[in-house]
């Protein structure tokens, strides 16, 4: 179950950066504009999409969904989503003409998901949620860097989503590098060794194999969720209510998400 969140407190502020430089250091002014331009409100240029075609009468309007106000709700709806996946009921909601419509004008999502690049776990699908619910940021193995940082900075402070959540996944392919590498000691390709050298603290040396692995995957999700309830921008909104970080973890096997405490 993923449901019944417990605020994670901040339990350190390590970094000297905060994520909250995305908002503070700008004017009124400067942060309105770029709240329209991000969230959907100022659409311009319409015309210029790729594939447009001449205007339309408007569809019909109709009632969506009543969307989560709170962190509370919004697990509930992913746990509810989750559910109808793993048993073939999916609704895929959110998809109308009506709804496309109301979206060119604002986005309100109800959740935030910082989850893995891998191709079997994508979060809309995992949680059975439409255009508009929910804002994802996917990086393999959930590393952090400042882009996913100031990312889930909007998120959170911009437009005020009340829950965010680490999603990890059984099998992660980064997870299974780093472990690898570490215990080989070669050095990976590229910019991958970039992602093993932020896993790595997480590697957990007290299992063996395949079973440290699959340790490691959880203590990757716990990690993360440690440092992003440390930025202070964001344990601010832990303290006051307004906002949940909680961990959870996808299974291959059974497509079951589960909270990872």
């Known amino acids: 179950m993923i449901s019944d969140p417990t605020p994670h407190r901040a339990v350190r502020a390590q970094r000297t950066t905060s994520v909250a430089s995305i908002s503070g250091a700008t004017s009124p002014a400067r942060r309105s504009l770029l709240r329209a331009a991000l969230t959907g409100t100022a659409v311009l240029g319409a015309g210029l999409a790729i594939g447009a075609e001449p205007a339309a009468a408007t569809p019909p309007t109709a009632a969506r969904r009543k969307r989560p106000t709170n962190a509370k709700e ?79 900075a909007f998120g959170v402070l911009e ?28 050095e990976l390709p590229a910019h991958i060794q970039y992602l093993a050298d932020q896993i790595s603290p997480a590697i957990d040396r007290s299992k063996q194999g395949d079973a440290r692995i699959d340790a490691t995957i959880d203590a990757n999700v716990r990690r993360i969720r440690a440092r992003l309830a440390a930025e202070p921008d964001l344990a601010a909104k832990v303290d006051s209510g307004a906002l949940s970080i909680v961990g959870a973890r996808y299974e291959l096997t059974t497509q079951r998400v589960h909270r990872i405490s």
């Open 74 to 152: 919004a697990l509930r709806e992913l746990n509810e989503g989750n559910r109808r996946w793993r048993t073939f009921r999916q609704q895929h909601p959110d998809e109308s003409p009506a709804v496309r419509q109301a979206l060119t004008t604002g986005q309100h999502p109800f959740a935030l998901v910082l989850g893995c690049i891998d191709s079997r776990v994508p979060p809309e699908v995992v949680f059975d949620q439409g255009l508009g619910d929910l804002m994802t940021i996917r990086s393999a193995g959930q590393v952090l860097d400042e882009a996913v940082l100031g990312s889930l």
């Open 159 to 186: 437009l005020g989503i009340p829950l965010l959540m680490v999603l990890g996944h059984q099998s992660c392919g980064a997870v299974k590098a780093t472990v690898e590498a570490d215990a080989s000691g070669e």
